[in-house]
């Protein structure tokens, strides 16, 4: 059997577990890796590549840094300040989508995703809310606010890339005349309904720490402080990346050794922090992407789709086209492999059309960005699984519409802004 057959049949049984959930999201990743494996698509090191994907570093490391504010009792404390300004639960969410909506704009939107997880969820506890009310709006927010600059994630420098090596002149704030609207939206869409279609369950954290009630006036001020300090230090480290010449991953390794060899935190408790649920997620789907692009099969679903629409489609119907196909592929594969196959098909089709590839370049970057409806479609989308017990259909429930309003905006502004024959 055809090594892309065989890829596509195993991408239809992750996305059939996924949903029906009769075995475990990391399981069924794990299987889908092994499978690949056995059937020759992908050999041992690509199978298992993912596993240590610098993303699962930068969660690992995360991980143990944001432990170690709740060990110090120093994110309830970060928490309690943040509610004296949110006198409701919607109010919250909305300062919280704000906040890692603008830095994520200008940073990482996974590396402003990883450093707040922790303060959010210390906010939760505090305020005493459910953490699956405030986790999915941040890591929304962090993709969202990704489309405001050209920084924010790595797909978007491709489609720079990409208009550059065809002429055309480029912006660092290109993606915001959609990506601001986008982000307001977003922030609209949660405060007024989408948290009506919110989970509202607790997990086992939430509950052991709501029956413990932990005291932590006992807790060294030395380590409070340190914790503190060690977080601000990897957030520096992650915004002046570039210019310090230390990636965003080494950074959190870096601030979670100091925190164990400080003794802030214990080796054990470290260890507990780290969700195995998560690194078997990301290594599983990411082997699933790999072979994806590998194998031709990403390629062979977007051209048959996109194929449908004839040799000559209208601009405005291949800006759908592309838009829909993207955003269904970017929700099974990696933001970024998604993208860099997208943006090279929506080129070479704006081109064989004589129109403005801009538009159609743009729809491909921020569709590849709307991976809001499964629990794999983003690194910080797979890193709230656990904290906040999602299961599959809460991404759909809460993702899907945020997926339609993104849709809407892109169709009404993109031709607009960027028309097809200016």
Request: aromatic letters at 8%; one cysteine or more.
């Amino acid at each position: 059997m055809d090594a892309s057959v065989i890829t596509l049949l195993f991408l239809i049984f992750a996305i059939v577990s996924f949903i029906l959930e009769k075995i475990p999201l990391g399981l069924t990743a794990t299987i889908v890796a092994l499978g690949l494996n056995l059937t020759g698509v992908l050999d041992t090191a690509a199978t298992f590549k993912g596993y240590v994907n610098s993303n699962v570093i930068l969660c690992v490391g995360m991980f143990v840094v944001g432990q170690a504010l709740f060990e110090t009792g120093m994110a309830n404390k970060m928490g309690g300040i943040v509610i004296r300004f949110a006198k409701s639960e919607r109010i919250l969410i909305a300062a919280i989508m704000v906040i890692v909506g603008v830095m994520s704009g200008f940073l990482s939107n996974t590396g402003t995703a990883a450093v707040l997880i922790p303060v959010v969820c210390g906010i939760a506890d505090e305020a005493g809310y459910s953490r699956s009310r405030l986790l999915m709006p941040l890591v929304f927010a962090a993709a969202l606010g990704g489309n405001i600059s050209i920084i924010g994630a790595p797909g978007n420098l491709m489609g720079v890339n990409a208009l550059q090596e065809l002429g055309l002149k480029t912006g660092f704030f290109m993606y915001a005349p959609i990506g601001i609207p986008m982000l307001i939206a977003g922030i609209v869409y949660f405060v007024f309904f989408g948290y009506r279609l919110l989970p509202d369950r607790d997990t086992g954290m939430a509950v052991e720490q709501a029956s413990d009630k932990k005291d932590f006036s006992d807790v060294p001020k030395w380590k409070q402080v340190t914790s503190v300090v060690i977080l601000i230090l990897v957030i520096l480290a992650m915004i002046f990346e570039k210019y310090i010449g230390v990636e965003i991953q080494v950074s959190a390794c870096m601030g979670a050794c100091l925190l164990v060899l400080s003794g802030v935190i214990s080796e054990e408790a470290a260890l507990k922090s780290i969700d195995l649920k998560v690194v078997l997620l990301f290594g599983g789907s990411l082997a699933l992407a790999s072979a994806l692009d590998s194998t031709g099969a990403g390629t062979m679903i977007a051209d048959k789709i996109v194929g449908l629409l004839g040799d000559e489609p209208e601009p405005l119907i291949l800006l759908l086209a592309i838009f829909i196909v993207t955003c269904v592929l970017t929700n099974f594969m990696s933001n970024t492999a998604t993208t860099a196959l997208m943006v090279s098909i929506s080129v070479s089709l704006a081109k064989s059309l004589g129109a403005d590839p801009r538009a159609v370049v743009i729809a491909t970057v921020i569709a590849g960005s709307c991976a809001y409806a499964t629990p794999i479609g983003m690194p910080a989308n797979t890193m709230v699984v656990g904290l906040g017990g999602y299961k599959f259909k809460d991404y759909v429930k809460s993702g899907l519409p945020l997926i339609i309003i993104s849709f809407i905006l892109c169709m009404v502004l993109l031709p607009i802004l960027f028309p097809f024959y200016p």
